[in-house]
């Protein structure tokens, strides 16, 4: 995983509500292994047309966002199915960060397995950020996970928390499997604890 | 022993506690992991990565989204579909995994075949990478969906990194009026609360009218608690919930069946429990509901109309109307009953069970279909059942396709989709955009609603239709 330290980047406003992770990456594609292809089919019904040209209307398809390494979006970002090619997409695409209210669960825990920080910011303050870059468009921000902050286009830093435990494996790029193997003797003590309390869980293995 | 009165999802959480980590996460032992052939790449990546499966034995598997569910041999032309499956059966098969493949009865939907072989069970851990996993909490377990580097996680350690979600209580009282299904209750609640009203939380369903309920019932109303944002559903497990796991495969049985049973009953929340959140819903006052827009809380009563952008005050919202009233080619104040339907399908990890089968055939039962109409049972087991009972005869005479098992027209990720444009009554879980296909426009309702759309070739109010001549 790519370690997260601070992003500044273009920022593109996404301004509808629940955008689900099915319009984030349609279901047709889940089966492609994951890889740079990926990049590709981001938002791919609502970026290409029928004829897979660049729909005009779509904003990530406007030059002043084409560069965009970060997304300010509305409550509920990712809501909807657990495929984590929604955020493999992000990547592959060149996604750094999310803004946004509030993220379906899912999708948040998804994101810090891959390297893309969620930021939660009050509703409010989200608004104002895509007014800006509405207003502004090809504005920068920067998310500074060290520091813990947003800065917005007008300079103005909006302070946001991760939690420790999450904020510490994204700015090492550290292997959580590896991190919980080191558990191991502590797991092995706890299952055979807990195979003796309820040993109707064990199933038995056929050959 | 503690005297503070707990929650039974406090009771289950606290109880799979390996340790704590920093900032107040939890490494959370997982005791059941079902599997899908969508994730079948994780066993590739894991190989790859010299890494080993840490207890083969807990986990059991099926094939469900890449299967094709039209009847005859079930070939997959496009080979790299076809791997998905056969991948599958070869990996489950080096692992000695339990799996239920094409040409096993007990292949079927993920989240109906862990119930239907009592692989669920009440007060354990249960992950899927698949959101709908939520459905199993219908036993009186904490189940829940993850991605796939939570799920590689899993396989590997036996567990997983959560920050403890808070506790909601969804009280259902009084009585559903005819007509009126489980499909009805959770579509009104999740417009109630909206697409994030659960969302950090993990809810109990409780209260008379969720006690009233069957176990396929329950799992209708725990499946779709991700379309309220909340990443799981629970319900207290009871005598209904003992009845249904009594003799089922991977159920305990003899002395462990008492053991466990003693043990589960101490799971139900207890009197003065304190829950974060708790909300309140009658029963009685529900009607057969339909969903109009493109997200799960955009549901309204069959006998209300399409909202109007012009009533509505916020900008934010009046936007999101027009968007999703232009996506689904709807125009404002339509009465929904007036609203064409070009196809429906019945079935989905929400909707595929046998009782739902049974109610969308009392409704077609001498009726003719006059749009294209499927059925596609959640598993084998259940297909079978449904034929030894004479469903499918009612179904087929009503012009029904009576296909086989999978999760088909829910996602399409097998090929079954509908056309740009057109209007499906589905009795699925999600109406996004796209979700049953490139510019398919999708009404969420029970089966009995599907059924009913079915014959009349329009959204109807099945009340309306058991008065008329069949």
Known sequence: MDPFTSVTAVAVPLDAVNIDTDRVIPARFLHKSRGPEYAGLLFHDVRFDEDGRERADFIMNQPAFRGARIIVAADNFGCGSSREHAVW?????????????????????????????????PAETAAALRRQLHAMPGASITVDLEAQTVTGPDGVRIPFTVDPFRRQGLLRGEDEIALTLGHEATIAGFERRHADEEPWLTIERRA | MSTTPRTLFEKIWSRHVVTEGAGGMSLLYIDRLLMHDGAVHTFDRLRKAGRAIRRPDAIAATADHYVPTAT???????????????????????????????????????????????????????????????????????????????????????????????????RVEGARPPGV???????????????????????????????????????????????????????????????????????????????????????????GAVFDAEVALDAATLAPTVTWGTSPQEALPITGRVPDPAETADPARRSAIERMLAYMGLAANTPLTAIKVDRVFIGS????????????????????????????????????????????????????????????????MNGDTGRPGERVASTSNRNFEGRQGKGVRTHLMSPAMAAAAAVTGRLTDVRALAGEAR
């Open chain 1, 89 to 121: 997409a992000l990547a592959a695409y060149g996604i750094r960060a999310v803004v946004a209210p509030s993220f379906g669960d899912i999708f948040f825990n998804n994101c810090f397995k891959i390297g893309v920080l969620p930021v939660v910011v």
């Open chain 2, 72 to 170: 005859g041999p079930r070939g997959i032309a496009d080979p790299a579909i076809r791997g998905m499956v056969t991948e599958m059966a070869r990996h489950t098969a080096d692992l000695r995994i339990p799996y239920f493949g094409p040409g096993d009865a007990r292949q079927g939907i993920v989240h109906v075949m862990g119930p239907e072989q009592g692989f669920t069970l009440p007060g354990i851990t249960l992950v899927c990478g698949d959101s709908h996993t939520a459905t199993h909490g219908a036993f009186g377990c904490l189940a829940f969906g993850i991605g796939a580097s939570e799920l590689e996680h899993v396989l590997v350690t036996s567990c997983l990194w959560q920050r403890k979600p808070r506790a909601m209580r969804i």
């Open chain 2, 181 to 271: 299904a489980a499909k009805d209750v959770i579509l009104a609640l999740i417009a109630s609360i909206s697409a994030a009203g659960g969302t950090g939380h993990v809810i109990e369903y409780a209260g008379a009218a969720i006690a009233a309920m069957s176990m396929d019932e329950r799992m209708t109303v725990c499946n779709m608690s991700i379309e309220a944002g909340a990443r799981a559903g629970m319900v207290a497990p009871d005598a209904t919930t003992y009845a249904y796991l009594e003799g089922r495969p991977f159920a305990p049985a003899g002395a462990q069946w008492d053991a466990a049973r003693a043990h589960w009953e101490t799971l139900p929340s207890d009197e």
């Open chain 2, 349 to 412: 990890c929400t909707n595929s069970r046998l009782e739902d089968l049974r109610s969308a055939a009392a409704v077609v039962r001498g009726r003719r279909v006059v749009v294209p109409a499927w059925v596609v049972a959640g598993s084998g087991l259940i297909k079978r059942a449904a034929e030894a009972e004479g469903l499918d005869r009612i179904f087929r005479e009503a012009g029904f396709e009576w296909r086989e098992p999978g999760c088909s027209m829910c996602i399409g």
